[in-house]
């Protein structure tokens, strides 16, 4: 081993920030914290060339207590800022983060449109089903039986909203579910969404403990994968249509060309545009 | 009699060409050396409907629509009747129109003009795939006194994506209407100028606006297209790739606005152009710009609202929602531009303040500004650039949202190691980590408007003209009548001042009292049925006593003589 290679790595913790997480003690959000950081050690991701882009919800103050560049915007509009950033700057690591109401109900919009124009980035969405921040109301995920969201008494009686299918339709290049039990498994599958080309999702499995308090006992129903990541949409489909959603692994790999204009500057001088105007 | 300018209206009923028409006429008079402008009248449809182009010409710069026509080209006598309104007529205009043209039967309606017919619609039957619209292009260059040899060139130009035969059709078509015409009475022309040291550019306002955000160095922008604002998008679609930007079509206005937040965020100066609706929806994420201290160029064409209200036509009604629609204290730039010409230095200046001072800059054109195509002197180039201060060094930490004196902090770049932050729409300490303090929230709401308000921005913040006790005071496309006006009372030796606005945010409480020195009488002259610009400038400065309104809402332009009659029976001795 040589001594190089031993102080040059970067150790999960460098990526963490001084700043103290809002989140209550045993949220799920505090091991995808620290998957995201063993992911980017994983990668050797220099911290200034990473930036974490979040809306609003308790997921998305996740940019706040990592060490990378990061942006907390407004509610729902994670995917946009992150498409922004990534083309006007191709060369960063571009990831987004937040939660199943931000990314799914209020940023359904821009979910449908990043996935559809496939940038080359990654999205994190720790989905809880239920809004926390707001103390406990229904979430686009939420099974319609659930009785105590604060805003639907009766149960919601409409359908959940299937993220990974809806992903699939509308073209995301990379599909995983992970459980945030499971912190090192997490962290790699991280790892490959970053590497992998085009516009990535990574659903994470994180337990509400204060609203649901019955998602404690995700840890011991989620269950690996049967089968290799399928790159096959029609599969893939087939496959996510029929799993209860506890299935944890990569579960679709697509191998669209992700988006990214790159301009060849053709004008040496910026007077050159006054042409068209001369008469 | 010999005119200085002259005013001409084409009207034809939807897709017989009469923009078209108007577009060549008005490059026809640009090649002949005259300046000018056509504005765009049309419906909401797509296809079909009427539409007229309005246009004038002078051999001086010109910027304001005259009191009234001398001449209209009615291609369609029905077509006519959609803009008595808008095409106001005196007894010695004329009409040109066709007794039998269009489809349908209706007539033109009572005009105190004169009327003469011009069987178009026969005379395009003596040529081979001829179209009426190129012997009504033929016959006003006859009436006005253009070359007939000037138009071909610019037939060929504009025509030769349709192929050899339909140029050659045109062309026979416009030699019959020109020769058709010479029956009719020609008007005096304005002399032609054949000063040919000044460069003259023929633009429009939303060509303008996109290439004053390109010299300013917006190099992002997201766009999500809406009337009247899609032409500045597809400018830039065009020509941003070619100095080394990237334009991305977003699926919706609140994906546009955060988008160019990302962008910029990123270290690129974005911009993205919108209409009423539009800037609507991007409220809440120009709040965000404004807190995280991101910069962002917001271009608003405005049209008649509330709501889709006449998107195809223009008012001044935006002004509200730009300088107060944000929700929370959030202090921010609003611009104007005063002109088609102004589009491009305000909306550069505008680029450059929102960078220096790393915020929201919302400029406000219009319709009547944006979509009207203008031949002018070529635009001074400007010195301002997009100028944001980055850190150079991290030796020490740093603190992203540090309370400065100026109130403008290094703003880190992703990439530059040492500069790592968080933008935060919540409010936040000095490093930017969210804080529900007080004493933060005191802090920063101070650096973000001590850094707008205390910036010096010279004497670009008003066009300030003339001298005397009575002051017109008005903004944005108005400008160009009230100017028009007071140059007319210039010529008669009466001295009124104008004070055109072009920063409304953040208020000049200072630079405003020098210019209202020794002002008596204020007119205020506005296109807004609420008065939004009136309410404004009582809220924010101190008036003289003596105060009269000219509002009224779109789409009918003010006209200078209207003008002038509003400030005729007041004293204007000094």
């Known amino acids: ?279 | 009699m010999t005119r200085q300018n002259l005013s001409i209206a084409l009207t034809g009923s939807g897709g017989s060409g009469v923009m078209t028409t108007g577009s060549m006429l008005l490059e026809v008079a640009a090649q002949a050396g005259w300046y000018g402008f056509m504005g765009r009248s049309a419906g909401p449809q797509i296809r079909g409907g009427e539409a007229a182009a309005l246009i004038r010409v002078s051999s001086e710069p010109i910027e304001s629509p005259d009191d009234s026509f001398d001449l209209v080209l009615a291609i369609d006598p029905g077509s006519f009747g959609r803009f008595v309104a808008e095409i106001p007529l005196r007894s010695d205009s004329l009409i040109i129109s066709d007794a039998e043209g269009g489809r349908r039967s209706s007539p033109l309606p009572d005009t105190p003009a004169q009327v003469l017919d011009l069987p178009m619609k026969k005379l395009t039957k003596t040529v081979k795939g001829g179209r009426p619209n190129m012997i009504a292009l033929g016959a006003v260059a006859k009436v006005i006194g253009l070359p007939e040899s000037t138009i071909y060139p610019i037939l060929e130009k504009i025509l030769k994506s349709k192929g050899a035969d339909a140029l050659e059709a045109s062309w026979a078509c416009v030699q019959v209407g020109y020769a058709a015409a010479s029956d009719l009475p020609n008007f005096e022309s304005p002399p032609i100028n054949t000063d040919s040291a000044t460069e003259r550019w023929s633009i429009t306002g939303n060509e303008a606006a996109g290439l004053g955000a390109v010299r300013g160095g917006v190099r992002f922008v997201a766009a999500y297209p809406i009337t009247p604002a899609t032409e500045v998008l597809e400018w830039l679609a065009d020509a941003l790739p070619k100095v080394g930007g990237v334009l991305v079509q977003a699926e919706d206005e609140l994906a546009s606005i955060n988008q160019i937040i990302g962008g910029s965020f990123g270290g690129k100066p974005s911009l993205t152009a919108t209409s009423g609706p539009g800037l609507a929806l991007m409220a809440e994420a120009i709040g965000l710009s404004v807190c995280s201290e991101v910069p962002v160029v917001v271009l608003d064409v405005m049209r008649c609202g509330p709501s889709t209200g006449i998107a195809t036509k223009s008012e001044q009604s935006d002004l509200n929602i730009a300088t107060a629609g944000l929700h929370g204290d959030a202090p921010h730039l609003v611009l104007s531009p005063t002109s088609v010409t102004d589009c491009v230095f305000t909306t550069q200046w505008g680029v450059h303040l929102a960078e220096a001072l790393q915020t929201a800059a919302i400029v406000l054109s219009d319709q009547s500004l944006g979509q009207t195509r203008a031949i002018i002197n070529k635009p001074a180039d400007i010195a301002f650039m997009a100028k944001r201060q980055v850190p150079q060094n991290f030796e020490e930490e740093y603190y992203r949202y540090a309370v400065g004196n100026s109130g403008v902090s290094p703003m880190a770049i992703p990439g530059q190691a040492g500069g790592q932050y968080t933008a935060d729409g919540l409010e936040h300490n000095e490093a930017g980590a969210p804080s529900s303090l007080p004493e933060d929230h005191l802090a920063q709401l101070d650096k973000r408007e001590r850094k707008i308000n205390d910036f010096d921005y010279g004497k670009h913040w008003a066009d300030l003209e003339g001298e005397g006790d009575t002051a017109v005071i008005t903004w944005g496309s108005t400008t160009g009548p009230v100017r028009e006006a007071l140059s007319r009372f210039h010529g008669q030796g009466e001295a009124i001042r104008l004070i055109a606005l072009r920063l409304l945010a953040p208020e000049r409480p200072q630079e405003m009292a020098a210019a209202l020195k020794g002002v008596k009488r204020l007119l205020v002259v506005e296109q807004s049925h609420s008065k939004q610009f009136y309410r404004y400038l009582r809220a924010a400065y101190d008036l003289p006593a003596e105060i009269r309104l000219f509002n009224r809402p779109g789409p009918l332009p003010f006209r200078p003589g209207e003008i002038i009659e509003q400030l005729a029976d007041w004293s204007v001795e000094s």
């Open chain 1, 1 to 279: 081993m040589t001594e190089t290679t031993a102080c040059a790595l970067l150790q999960p913790k460098e990526y963490k920030s001084k700043v103290k997480p809002v989140w209550c003690p045993g949220c799920g959000d505090f091991g995808v914290l620290g998957s995201i950081t063993k992911a980017l050690s994983g990668l050797q991701i220099q911290p200034e060339n990473a930036a974490i882009i979040s809306g609003i919800g308790c997921s998305s103050r996740m940019p706040t207590y990592l060490r990378t560049y990061g942006f907390h915007g407004v509610h729902g509009r994670a995917l946009a800022l992150a498409t922004g950033l990534k083309v006007a700057r191709p060369e960063l690591t571009v990831i987004a983060t937040g939660g199943d109401g931000d990314g799914f109900s209020i940023g359904g919009n821009h979910f449908l449109h990043t996935c559809r124009r496939n940038p080359n980035m990654t999205y994190i969405v720790m989905d809880n089903q239920v809004y926390g921040m707001t103390k406990g109301q229904a979430s686009p995920t939420t099974d319609p039986n659930w009785e105590k969201g604060k805003l639907t008494p009766g149960g919601t009686g409409i359908n959940p909203f299937q993220p990974l299918v809806i992903a699939l339709a509308s073209g995301a290049n990379f599909i995983a579910r992970t459980s945030s039990s499971d912190s090192n498994g997490t962290a790699r599958i991280i790892m490959e969404a970053i590497r992998h080309p085009g516009f990535s999702l990574v659903q994470v499995l994180s337990p509400c403990v204060t609203f649901r308090p019955e998602q404690r006992d995700w840890k011991n129903l989620v269950k690996p994968a049967q089968m290799e990541a399928t790159t096959d949409p029609a599969q893939a489909a087939r496959r996510l249509l029929t799993d209860e959603g506890l299935y944890t692994g990569i579960l679709f790999r697509g191998d669209r060309p992700a988006y990214q204009p790159r301009p060849e500057p053709s004008i040496d001088n910026i007077a050159e545009l006054d042409e068209e105007f001369r008469i």
